[in-house]
Every structure is written in C-alpha cells, then in structure tokens.
C-alpha cells in the first residue's frame, strides 16, 4: 500500500509538472510580423532579441497564470526603489496630473539623450515593481524616464478634482510629453506604454499627428487596441479571464473607496458649487456592487466622461482607429498566452504591421500579462525578457537614425508609413 501511494504521488507530481508548469515546452522566438522593407530588415539585425528565443524561468515560466499572478503581486524579484524628482501639474479642470523623472545614471552608448515617456497599465503608477525595475534598468542604460502616475492611483497623492483615470483620456499624458518637451528641448522622445497605458499612447500618437514631429518612435506592451472586444472577451471564463476581470474590479474599487470624499462626497459636492456644469449622476450603490469593469464603466466611467452609452465610450477610447495614422517606428508586443490580452483579438496590429514599413509586431510564445520573467529556476531574474528588448529596440531605432541606414526612399522616421 505504501509503495502504491509513492507511486500515485510521483504520477501527479509528473502529471503536473506536464500539464500544469508546461515544462516539456520548449523556448521559441517570438512570432514577427511586419512588412518587407530595408528599415524593418535594419531594425531586427540590430534588435536580435526579437529573433532569438525568449527563455522562461525555468519551473513555472511556462504557464501564463503564475507569470501573471507573480507580475500581479511582486512584480518583479528583488526591485529597486530609483529617486526621482516628483512633478505636479495642475490641470483647467482643477484636476493635478503627476508624474516622475529620472534621470540617467549612466551615459548612453551612443552619447544621445533620450526621455523614455512612460505610460503604466491600469490603476499604476511609478512605484510599481514592474515600472521600478523598467526604470532602474533604463537609467543604468543611459536614458531619462518620466513615468505618469494615472489620476487617483498613488494613495498619498489625493485628487484635486472628482475624476479619476479612464482607458483612453490623453490629456494627462499629454500634459508629462509637453513638459518634457519645455524643459528638455534637445532630447528626443519616446512614447511607450503598458498594457492600459499602451492603448492611451497609441491614442496619443495617432490622434493628433503633428505630436510625431518630436517622437523618435513609439512602443506599446501587452494591449488590445480595442476596448469593446476587451470588454467582450474579459467576460469569458476562458483562460479565466472572467475571475482577472473580477479581481481588476475590486482592485479599482480600492483606489474609488480611497477617494471617495472628492469623488462621490463633499469634496465633489464642493467642486460642483457654483460651475455651470451639471455633475455627473452616480448611483454609489451600484458603483461599489459591480463585479466587473464593464458592470463599473456603465455606472461610473462613461458618466464621468460624460458618454451617453458604453458603445459610443468604448469606441472612443479603442486606439485602433488611430493606429493607422503613425508614420514613425512603432513596436507592439504581445505575448501569446496572455489570458486578459488574447493575440486571436489583435486584427489591428497584425493588418498595420503589413502595412507600415517601419512597424514590428512581435508575439511571444510565453509571457503571461507584463511578465516576462526570464533565468533561474525558482527565482527569476529582476530584470525581465521584456526590459532588455525594449531597451534594444530603442537603441536599434536610435542607430538607425543616427546613421541614416535606409534607402528606397524611406527617410529614418518613415514618413509616410502606410499605405
């Protein structure tokens, strides 16, 4: 009897180890999809991390849930605390946009001077393990960071007005690009983006295009590019989306719960007192039952974006209608197993990538949702797959238009990108 226990116990250590931790898979390189041209050829012979296998943590790299469950509660292992310098800016409507700068630690290998604009993903901010590590690991490479912190996210940072962050509202981000752009006349800007903040900077970029003219190219992580098949799909059970779904839910009730007086009590009652717009009407009941953001963007989001339905707010917030209106670099990432973010809903990337000689869409075979872990075997490294390729492309861009090195007519920005 005791050897039949052993045995069954063995089977279901095996039985896991194959089924559950993926451990027969073997490391690819990412899947990459862009057009024929010279500069794309260029870019991927400098960035050769996007053409080599990306290699997991070694026990439990190969399953989505636990690189994204670890992403969602450390981060990343053992990450840093750079110092930076905090920057508030009061907005017309009372709201104060923050974000913070850092400045290199080391000099970059091409002597440029380059300010990574950064966008986090949904409720972050700065001091996010994810974003601290991503910044630490660009300073040590020779670049400014300015990171925003999203309305409402940092809890000793109170609102100044009754709104908080939506999916697809650039006016904040626009505020960090334009300061960065006053005081740091001579750097050039990169646009990059995390998952939420990667739809906000596609937006951003291709709303208005004349704001290329000061972007050296631009990189989005982890999103969807369209927010109405998001808001679809997280309902599934699928991958368990639907408990992701839940758990982001009652991760922005916190950050609502945290601002309540500003948003829903006297504060915004005395924001309201004597403007001539009509506040918005919540029901807070309603607002603090939903189980999901859909349930929370129907009773709180497009009321304060003052959207007469879920549809029209959606559509408004999707940057794929805009994806098709930038003209320089672009690099979007995704990884193939990302049970929020499923690679089957980005038609966009896929179709503008064929188009655009000088995109790169790149879907990695593992990586969960921003993780990314790479090296060990318990305890992955600190900096991630995903921090050194981004680091890569931007140098890649950089040398491209430092030296020129595209013909056929393509300038280094790519003008005129689709077609």
């Not at 292992?77 to 080391?106: K, M, Q």
């Not at 050039?188 to 937006?203: D, E, Q, R, T």
Request: hydrophobic content about 40%; some cysteine.
């Amino acid at each position: 009897m005791g050897l039949f226990v052993i045995a069954a116990i063995i089977l279901l250590v095996i039985y896991f180890a194959i089924r559950v931790l993926n451990l027969l898979d073997q490391p690819a390189a990412p899947t990459l999809h862009f057009k024929d041209t010279q500069y794309n050829h260029s870019l991927l012979s400098l960035c050769s991390i996007l053409t080599k296998p990306y290699v997991p943590n070694r026990l439990w790299g190969h399953n989505a849930h636990i690189q994204s469950f670890i992403y969602a509660k450390l981060g990343r292992f053992n990450a840093p605390r750079p110092a930076g310098t905090r920057i508030r800016l009061p907005r017309p409507d009372g709201a104060t946009v923050t974000f913070d700068l850092f400045e290199p630690t080391a000099s970059h290998p091409q002597a440029a001077d380059i300010t990574l604009c950064v966008c986090p993903g949904i409720a972050n901010h700065s001091e996010k393990a994810y974003v601290r590590t991503f910044i630490q690991h660009s300073m040590s490479h020779g670049f400014r960071v300015a990171v925003l912190n999203h309305l409402g996210a940092l809890p000793e940072v109170p609102l100044t007005s009754p709104r908080i962050f939506t999916y697809g509202e650039t006016g904040e981000y626009a505020a960090m690009v334009d300061y960065i752009r006053e005081h740091h006349p001579s750097s050039k800007l990169v646009a990059l983006g995390f998952s939420m903040g990667a739809n906000i900077v596609v937006k951003y970029v291709g709303e208005e295009p004349s704001r290329q003219d000061d972007l050296m190219c631009c990189i989005s992580v982890c999103q969807g590019y369209d927010v109405t098949k998001a808001s679809k799909v997280l309902h599934e059970w699928e991958s368990m989306r639907r408990f992701y779904n839940f758990m982001m839910t009652l991760n922005m009730l916190r950050q609502l719960r945290r601002n309540f007086d500003m948003l829903f009590g006297e504060g915004a009652k005395l924001y309201w007192e004597g403007r001539e717009e009509t506040p918005p009407c919540y029901n807070v009941d309603k607002v603090f039952g939903a189980t999901s953001l859909v349930h929370l963007d129907e009773e709180l989001t497009r009321k304060m974006a003052r959207h007469n339905s879920l549809s029209e707010f959606y559509k408004e917030c999707s940057s794929c209608q805009y994806l098709f209106k930038i003209k320089i670099p672009l690099l979007m990432l995704n990884s193939g197993d990302d049970a929020i973010i499923p690679v089957s809903q980005n038609h966009s990337p896929r179709e503008y990538s064929q188009r655009s000689p000088c995109a790169v869409y790149a879907v990695t075979k593992h990586g969960g949702h921003l993780g990314f872990f790479e090296g060990g075997f318990l305890r992955a490294n600190t900096v991630s797959w995903m921090d050194r390729a981004l680091m890569q492309y931007v140098d890649a861009v950089v040398e491209l238009e430092g030296s020129h090195a595209v013909s056929n007519g393509e300038a280094p920005h790519c003008n005129g990108a689709t077609s």
